[in-house]
């Protein structure tokens, strides 16, 4: 069994070298008594009366019994000190066992103890570096919340400020709305000036469609007039052109023209000739892509830009 001593804060174990107890004592103090005991023990049985041979004195008898009864006492005297010695001796041990064992329990409990403070200790060190990060934290905290308030501080004077601004516009849209409503009651009076207009206009309308039906009539009856001149002058015209086209242009051969009688731009491999079916001469493709029906030929040929205008021009002129 261990066994444990208080130095100060700390618990100490002691060695085993150390430790003295009684029953440890024991041993040694019953051979001390009985190294006393026996010798007078031998005392006392050479102290004894012997059988005498001859006949004994009376002074000497006395004298042998009174010592021996004196040793017979100091020996039942020191059996009786040594049996209560033995027993007070006993339930010392017996004190001591139980002192011992009091103490080794409150050893342990000292140093159950001594744990407990030790793990309190650790554990007052960690709350106490719980606390302090808890305060850094929120330190941190605190800072960035009275940023935070500051910042919403702005936020609002800037939102009273776009508030103000609103209040202004509304109220201008006010004005302007009520404006309105006086445009509009205004526009309401002359949408019924209008209206009366409308019906004028109407009637006017109804007199110009009388009017136009006359009037087409009119234009009918000269439109069949004007039908029987054109066609008339369409034939004398188309006998004109037939004579001209027989007597007049002659058809360009491919070697004789080099250049675009238009735009005159060199002929080339992707520049090609083409004939004007109506002058006869020899144009590149931009300058003779349009068609159009002649007398001599049945469906629509290859002209050149300015008898293309120029035939235009006399179709319109004998429409009209």
Known sequence: MKRWRRNKTHIVEVPVWKRETHSSRRPHFLACLATLVLPLQEFLDQLTPQPLRGPPSSMA????????????????????????????????????????????????????????????????????????????????????????????????????????????????????????RDTSSLLRTELQQVEGLKKEL??????????????????????EMGLHLSQSKLKMEDIKEVNQALKGHAWLKDDEATHCRQCEKEFSISRRKHHCRNCGH???????????????????????????????????????
Request: charged share 25%; net charge negative; aromatic share 4%.
């Open 202 to 223: 109407r009637e006017l309308q109804d007199e110009k469609a009388e009017l136009q039906k006359i009037c087409e009539e009119q234009e009918q009856a000269l439109q």
């Open 61 to 180: 008898t006395s004298e042998g019994g009174s010592e021996l009864a004196l040793l017979r006492a100091c020996a039942a005297f020191s059996t009786s000190f040594f049996q209560n010695a033995e027993s007070s001796l006993q339930q010392k041990n017996e004190a001591i066992t139980s002192f011992e064992g009091k103490t080794n329990q409150v050893m342990s409990s000292m140093k159950q103890m001594e744990e407990r403070l030790q793990h309190s200790e650790r554990a007052r060190q960690g709350a106490e570096e719980r606390s302090h990060k808890l305060q850094q934290e929120l330190g941190g905290r605190i800072s960035a919340l009275q940023r935070q308030l500051s910042q919403l501080h702005e936020q609002c004077s800037s939102l009273e400020k776009e508030l103000k601004s609103e209040k202004e516009h509304r109220q201008a849209l006010q004005r302007e709305l009520q404006h309105e």
């Open 282 to 320: 020899i144009f590149c493709n931009t300058c003779s892509s349009n068609e159009l029906a002649l007398p001599s030929y049945p469906k629509p040929v290859r002209v050149c830009d300015g008898c293309h205008t120029l035939l235009l021009q006399r179709c319109s002129s004998t429409a009209s």
